[in-house]
Every structure is written in structure tokens, then in C-alpha cells.
């Protein structure tokens, strides 16, 4: 193993947490899990990337248990016994591999449409009321409201730690609730949880505070927030590391112990002036470990994906990332659709077998493996 590979497959320790590798399984929607309860599918579909020198797996996204909380068809839910019996064994599997897992702990707010499972005649739930054609399409959401998702969050840390798991992710980020709470572009509330970005951050510090209370002081939580929102590519939270500090400060006193950066493209620099990515700038302005993500070992970035294509994404050199990481730039590195395609990806990279890590296409998202 090259000198510069060697830093991806160094193990990580933050309190109890200990990871064997640098390497994490980026969430990724599946949609595999009819009725939102995890099968032996994905059970195996997890166990084999943790066997193959992934240290850290971070599950797809999971509903909390609130009735406007999923906005897909078949994907995972983090409530009710069926599904939490799933999870505990991916936990389980995961655990045997020698791996550790947390779940991403997921409410979808305004993205959710009317006809959605688990019950059709729940609106989206957001920070602003939309009517449309005389129908409520999202439910401005009530301190009730608010105060109930809190909740939701709360239980399913606690039923985390319960199951095994070594930690959660909080999903704050690409323009769901939490995100569309932070985001001007869709927060325009004139109350507690609506002005500044200070203002806007209420909603996130109240559920990190109460996930933080459910799970006691030494289960680790994990956030994960992007500048760019799935209505908006070009949205920016902050424009300058100065207003990047004073956004992460309150949340990392929160409870917050790892930061989550989700950016398209892993090596574009966040600010003017200096060529670190949001992870870098996370890790210099807060001082907690950070996760990097976006387009890691490939040469395409996924949002070409998200519409019909014949493109293929090539296995890209992955010179700049470790140099970076060698450079302690960031703590963690994220592995998206290279490791969904390709469950042995980890294992070619530490082998020095790139020529045989597998190409990336819209095929891929089609079946588990």
C-alpha cells in the first residue's frame, strides 16, 4: 500500500467511537425496503461493504417516526418494531464484519407530496404554508408541530443506541426539513424560528439539543448540512468563513461531534482565497472531526444522474483527495455511488487495484448488490 493510501485506511478515534478505517458509506436512497422494513437484501447489502474495509457505514436515509416525516416510495422507516428489528440486524451484520454503522435520521418536510405512503392524505410539512388550487400542498408547521418532530428525532436516537447502533446522523442537509428551516429560500417565518440564520438555526440547535438529552453525553452525533439545496444548486447558507463560523458555532455546542459536508464535488474550494472545501473550513473554524463527500473516486458528478442517461462515471484518480487527507484537511472520507456500484471498492483501493474498480452508471441504482 502506497505511503498516501496508507492515511485513508488509519483508523479514527473520537471518545468511544473507534473506526478501523478513514473510509464511510455516504447515505444513499434505495428504496429497496417495501413497507420500510429492512430485508435480508439489505441487510447483505450493507454487510458486504463492511466487510470489505468500510469503517464507518452511514444507512440511507430513515423516516423519524412523524406522519409528514417520508416523502419516497420503500424506503426505510426508524419507528415501529418490524423496522427497528431490521435495522438491529444490519447492526448486527455490520458489527460481525467488524464495522460500525449509524443511522441518517431523516424528515423530508415540504418535498413531500400529497399520495404519499405511508398515509395519502398527509400534506408536506414545512417552516411556510402552501395552498395550491385551493388545497393545502405543505403545512406551515405549529410550535405543536415543531415541538412533535423534535420528539420524533429524540425517539429515534434513543432506539438507535437501544439497537447498537454506534451513533446517528442528523439530516440537515439538500434542502429537507432541517435544511428548509436554515435556507432564506424557504423560511420566511416572522416568529422564533424564521429571521437571520441565527434565527433559522432554532429549529436545528432544539432537535441537536434533544437528540443530545435522549442519547447522553458520549453517543456520538453526526450532522450533515450542504450550502446547495435540491431546489436551488447555487443556494448558499453563508457567504464568508466568518458567517460559516457563526452558523456552526451554535450547533456544534449543541451536541454536535462530527460535521457532515455535503458538496457536490469534494475538491472545489469553498471560499475565495484559500483551496479548502467546506469540510477543511469546518474542520479549522469548529475544531470537531469532519466528513468530506462529493464525487469521491469518480470522474462525474451524481446529479448527471439524476435524470435518464446513458453517461458513465469512470473511477477517477484519487491523488488530490488522499493528498489532502494527508494534509489532515479533513478526518473522513465519504464514498457515495464508487461503493454503490462496487462493494469492493475500499478493498481494490487498499490493494492498488484501481484498473479493477468497477464504472458507475444509472444501471447501478436499479438493483442491490
Not at 5 to 10: H, S
Not at 77 to 87: I, N, P, S, T, V
Amino acid at each position: 500500500m502506497s505511503a498516501p493510501v496508507q492515511a485513508l485506511f488509519a483508523p479514527f478515534r473520537l471518545g468511544n467511537l473507534e473506526l478501523p478505517t478513514r473510509v464511510v458509506m455516504a447515505p444513499m436512497t434505495r428504496s429497496f425496503s417495501p413497507g420500510g422494513v429492512p430485508n435480508a437484501k439489505v441487510i447483505e447489502y450493507y454487510r458486504r461493504r463492511a466487510a470489505a474495509g468500510v469503517g464507518l457505514i452511514v444507512t440511507e436515509g430513515t423516516t423519524v417516526g412523524h406522519k409528514a416525516a417520508n416523502g419516497y416510495p420503500n424506503v426505510p422507516r426508524f419507528y415501529g418494531e418490524d423496522a427497528l428489528a431490521g435495522w438491529k440486524q444490519v447492526v448486527d451484520a455490520v458489527h460481525a464484519e467488524g464495522g460500525k454503522i449509524v443511522p441518517q435520521l431523516w424528515h423530508v418536510g415540504n418535498v413531500r407530496k400529497l399520495g404519499t405512503e405511508p398515509d395519502a392524505s398527509v400534506p408536506g410539512y414545512g417552516p411556510m404554508e402552501k395552498v395550491k388550487d385551493g388545497q393545502v400542498v405543505v403545512h406551515g408547521m405549529t410550535q405543536a408541530d415543531i415541538d412533535e418532530v423534535i420528539a420524533a428525532f429524540a425517539q429515534a436516537a434513543r432506539d438507535a443506541k437501544a439497537i447498537g447502533m454506534d451513533g446517528v446522523e442528523i439530516h440537515g442537509a439538500h434542502g429537507y426539513l432541517i435544511d428548509q428551516f436554515f435556507w432564506e429560500g424557504s423560511n420566511q417565518r416572522t416568529d422564533q424560528y424564521g429571521g437571520d440564520l441565527a434565527a433559522r438555526s432554532r429549529f436545528a440547535i432544539e432537535l441537536i439539543q434533544a437528540v443530545r438529552a435522549a442519547v447522553g453525553p458520549d453517543f456520538p452525533i453526526i450532522l450533515r448540512y450542504s450550502q446547495w439545496k435540491q431546489q436551488d444548486y447555487s443556494a448558499r447558507l453563508v457567504q464568508t468563513p466568518e458567517q460559516l463560523e457563526a452558523f456552526l458555532k451554535p450547533l456544534s455546542d449543541a451536541g454536535v461531534d462530527i460535521f457532515h459536508c455535503s458538496t457536490r464535488r469534494f475538491w472545489e474550494p469553498e471560499f475565495e482565497g484559500s483551496d479548502l472545501n467546506l469540510a477543511g473550513w469546518t474542520r479549522k473554524l469548529t475544531g470537531k472531526p469532519t466528513i468530506t463527500v462529493g464525487s469521491v473516486g469518480l470522474d462525474g458528478e451524481f446529479l448527471q444522474f439524476m435524470v435518464k442517461t446513458d453517461k458513465v462515471a469512470e473511477p477517477a484518480s484519487l491523488e488530490n483527495l488522499l493528498e489532502r487527507l494527508n494534509k489532515e484537511e479533513f478526518d473522513l472520507v465519504a464514498v457515495g455511488r464508487a461503493l454503490l456500484v462496487d462493494p469492493d471498492w475500499a478493498l481494490k483501493v487498499r490493494e492498488g487495484r484501481e484498473q479493477d474498480i468497477l464504472p458507475f452508471s444509472r444501471d447501478a441504482l436499479t438493483t442491490l448488490v
